[in-house]
């Protein structure tokens, strides 16, 4: 059986080399051991989804962990900003940040700083940046840019790799119909002097910009903006929408929905797989292992890291029943019905 193992893996080896994320591009990033998982987690997810079940089990090469849950914008689909947000409120201890990189930093390639709530609030986050960065682990987080201006020098300095900024909306009318209680003069202040330094002294700058109604018609204008900032990409996604369907564009490449009987459904078929059950997972300020970032009230809790490794909430009966779960019955999980994985219709376009 071993024998099988290796064949599978060496046959899928140069398929996965030639469709490799940006981030593995790296080699400091990269050791044998993490590619080695890489693939096998690639792998496994391939043979699970056809209903095989017998490759070695891989741990996530890819995770998110939630610096805050709070936010100092009010965006109307955003549990946090709507104050819909049920857990507590509240920052990771900087310790039990350690505790997890000192325990994943062999299997880790990327690690993702946001889940719910603005990172730059927490007063530490460049630490967190420089210590995955120290640990060889690609780094990336997503700002609404408010407070970016003053802390951009010590972001840079940290390591991080990527910075995603949104900006949904060219002008505050059209900005601040979805960015609530923000000025989107700070996000342009911050994007001024992100011009003004090299691409080699500065992380990877994407601007993600969330297609509404509202904004749709700015699309054409977007190029514009990449080349007058010097930005490297811009994502043009799609939106999620939970409460307010007149939110969501005319044009129907920009929505993942469609309208049946008045309410909203995912366009595409929900296919019983998920990817990410193998290859990441989203950790809460408070410890709290989730399957991933749509489970923003984290309801489907697998274990918390201050009671048990990592690997024994990752490897739990929990979470193989949650995943099986995902491949016989996704529809019956209630996040993972509004859930863009495994979709025909991609959510982002780049340019
Ligand atoms: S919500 Fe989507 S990404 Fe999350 S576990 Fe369900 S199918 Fe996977």
Same mark, same amino acid.
């Given at each position: 059986?071993?024998?099988?193992?290796n064949?599978?893996?060496?046959?899928?080896?140069?398929?996965?080399?030639?469709?490799?994320?940006?981030?593995?591009?790296?080699?400091?990033y990269?050791?044998?051991?993490?590619?080695?998982?890489?693939l096998?987690?690639?792998?496994?997810?391939?043979?699970?989804?056809?209903?095989?079940?017998?490759?070695?089990?891989?741990?996530?090469?890819?995770?998110?962990?939630?610096?805050?849950?709070?936010?100092?914008?009010?965006?109307?689909?955003?549990?946090?900003?709507?104050? &819909?947000?049920? *857990?507590?409120?509240?920052?990771?201890? %900087?310790?039990l +940040? =350690?505790? #997890?990189?000192? @325990?994943?930093k062999?299997?880790?390639?990327?690690?993702?700083?946001?889940?719910?709530?603005?990172?730059?609030?927490?007063?530490?986050?460049?630490?967190?940046?420089?210590?995955?960065?120290?640990?060889?682990?690609?780094?990336?987080?997503?700002?609404?840019?408010?407070?970016?201006?003053?802390?951009?020098?010590?972001?840079?300095?940290?390591?991080?790799?990527?910075?995603?900024?949104?900006?949904?909306?060219?002008?505050?009318?059209?900005?601040?119909?979805?960015?609530?209680?923000?000025?989107?003069?700070?996000?342009?202040?911050?994007?001024?002097?992100?011009?003004n330094?090299? &691409?080699?002294? *500065?992380?990877?700058?994407?601007?993600q %910009?969330?297609v +509404? =109604?509202? #904004?749709?018609? @700015?699309?054409?204008?977007?190029?514009?903006?990449?080349?007058?900032?010097n930005?490297?990409?811009?994502?043009?996604?799609?939106?999620?929408?939970?409460?307010?369907?007149?939110?969501?564009?005319?044009?129907?490449?920009?929505?993942?929905?469609?309208?049946?009987?008045?309410?909203?459904?995912?366009?595409?078929?929900?296919?019983n797989?998920c990817?990410?059950?193998?290859?990441?997972?989203?950790?809460?300020?408070?410890?709290?292992?989730?399957?991933c970032?749509?489970?923003?009230?984290?309801?489907?809790?697998?274990?918390?890291?201050?009671?048990?490794?990592?690997?024994?909430?990752?490897?739990?009966?929990?979470?193989?029943?949650?995943?099986?779960?995902? +491949?016989?019955?996704?529809?019956?999980?209630?996040?993972?019905?509004?859930?863009?994985?495994?979709?025909?219709?991609?959510?982002?376009?780049?340019?």
């Open positions: 059986m071993q024998q099988l193992d064949l599978f893996v060496a046959l899928m080896f140069y398929i996965y080399i030639c469709s490799m994320p940006f981030y593995l591009n790296n080699t400091k990269l050791s044998l051991y993490k590619l080695y998982n890489y096998k987690s690639k792998t496994y997810f391939i043979f699970k989804k056809n209903g095989f079940n017998f490759l070695p089990y891989p741990l996530p090469y890819s995770l998110a962990i939630e610096p805050v849950n709070f936010c100092n914008l009010k965006c109307p689909e955003c549990p946090t900003g709507t104050d &819909k947000l049920t *857990r507590e409120k509240g920052y990771m201890d %900087f310790e +940040f =350690k505790k #997890n990189i000192d @325990e994943q062999s299997n880790l390639i990327c690690l993702i700083l946001h889940f719910q709530g603005e990172p730059l609030l927490h007063e530490n986050i460049c630490d967190f940046i420089s210590y995955a960065n120290k640990n060889n682990i690609y780094t990336m987080f997503s700002t609404n840019a408010q407070l970016l201006d003053s802390q951009f020098d010590d972001i840079c300095k940290s390591g991080l790799d990527k910075l995603i900024i949104s900006l949904d909306g060219l002008n505050q009318e059209t900005y601040g119909k979805y960015r609530q209680n923000a000025d989107i003069s700070q996000v342009y202040k911050a994007l001024s002097k992100i011009k330094y090299k &691409k080699t002294q *500065r992380p990877q700058i994407e601007l %910009f969330l +509404f =109604k509202h #904004n749709e018609h @700015e699309v054409k204008e977007l190029k514009t903006v990449k080349s007058k900032y930005i490297d990409k811009i994502a043009i996604k799609t939106a999620q929408i939970y409460n307010s369907p007149e939110l969501v564009p005319e044009n129907e490449n920009y929505s993942r929905y469609k309208k049946e009987n008045g309410r909203l459904t995912i366009k595409s078929e929900l296919k797989s990817r990410r059950m193998f290859s990441s997972a989203v950790i809460t300020w408070d410890g709290y292992v989730v399957p970032c749509f489970d923003k009230n984290a309801e489907f809790t697998m274990g918390n890291i201050k009671e048990n490794s990592f690997r024994e909430v990752w490897k739990s009966k929990k979470y193989s029943e949650f995943r099986k779960k995902i +491949f016989t019955d996704r529809k019956s999980i209630k996040i993972c019905r509004n859930c863009t994985e495994n979709l025909k219709q991609k959510s982002i376009r780049y340019i």
